[in-house]
């Protein structure tokens, strides 16, 4: 007889929480003290589940551990990890999309991973990767067609709960289809859930593709607008350029053409020429409202 398990909301509808817990998934409601002070669960907060009925596979939550971060659309509490998804062609890299989806995630304090999938389509694919591989990004090359390199992306996610993002048609969906192949979950549950999160707007979900292997079901990112980010944090957001922050001549140096600047003098070096025409064109949108 159970007492207590540690697990993870997985989904929530309706005042009912399913939980994942290494003994299974258990759909629970909540203790009310919850609701009275205001605090709301999220999928993918950790929770507590007590009252166990092993029969029913039901429970109460009668705690949840503390929220480490939470993102915002889609609404998901401690996602660990984006994974960049771009595809080789059709459609090709778009590099300045992918710097915004970069800095979105960086600015959100996420681990990051880029996958590029459908490599079975064009074999150049290397090549437009370089800027970010020397940046220090993990880059994975995957085919969701014919499950190439699908098993490196899936130590990827290890232990983690990641949310997918990237233009519509480069296999998001795919690719969680592929990585859920020969797991316990059946493919035509996930597509079906795959295939509604298209079309209607309602609550993410965490899809269990193993033990403690999570991806959110929606994909993350929805907006490309990078206004809100204030541009002094801006450079620290290109990992490329942190180990030089420290040596340009002036303290609060924009990088932009302050002289004796160590960023400049690494551009086409250390840091690549395209990512750093990207930081400036970035700069001049963002605005200097929030520049002291
Ligand atoms: P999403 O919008 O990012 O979720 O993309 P989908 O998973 O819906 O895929 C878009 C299209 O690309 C579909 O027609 C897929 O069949 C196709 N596709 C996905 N992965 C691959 C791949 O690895 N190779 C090829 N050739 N096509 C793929
Ligand atoms: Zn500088």
Not at 275 to 290: C, L
Request: charged fraction near 25%.
């Amino acid at each position: 007889m159970r007492h207590s398990l540690d697990g993870r909301v997985i989904k929530a509808v309706g005042g009912l929480y399913t939980v994942a817990t290494e003994h299974g998934r258990y759909d629970c409601n909540v203790r009310g003290i919850f609701r009275k002070h205001g605090f709301t669960p999220l999928v993918g907060d950790y929770a507590v589940v007590e009252k166990i009925d092993e029969q029913k596979k039901t429970g109460t939550v009668t705690k949840f551990r503390e929220r480490k971060t939470e993102l915002v659309r889609p609404r998901v509490a401690n996602v660990d990890q984006a994974v960049i998804v771009l595809a080789a062609a059709d459609p090709p890299v778009n590099p300045d999309l992918t710097d915004r989806l970069l800095l979105l995630a960086e600015e959100r304090g996420l681990e990051i991973v880029i996958c590029v999938n459908k490599i079975d389509l064009d074999d150049q694919y290397a090549t437009a990767l370089k800027p970010y591989e020397s940046a220090g990004y993990g880059v994975f090359f995957v085919s969701a067609k014919t499950g190439g390199g699908i098993s490196g992306l899936r130590a990827a996610l290890a232990g983690k709960v990641s949310v997918l993002a990237g233009p519509s048609g480069v296999g998001k969906s795919s690719i969680i289809n592929s990585l859920t192949e020969n797991e316990t979950m059946q493919t035509g549950e996930i597509s079906r859930k795959l295939g509604r999160g298209k079309h209607t707007t309602r609550h993410a979900e965490l899809i269990e593709i193993s033990d403690g292997m999570f991806v959110v079901d929606t994909p993350g990112f929805s907006s490309l607008e990078l206004k809100h980010i204030p541009r002094d944090i801006l450079p620290g957001l290109f990992p490329e350029f942190r180990p030089y922050l420290d040596g340009c001549r002036f303290n609060d140096c924009r990088h932009i053409n302050e002289p004796d600047c160590a960023v400049k003098a690494q551009t086409g070096a250390g840091i690549s020429a395209e990512r750093y025409d990207r930081y400036v064109m970035i700069w001049n949108e963002i605005g200097d409202n929030e520049w002291t």
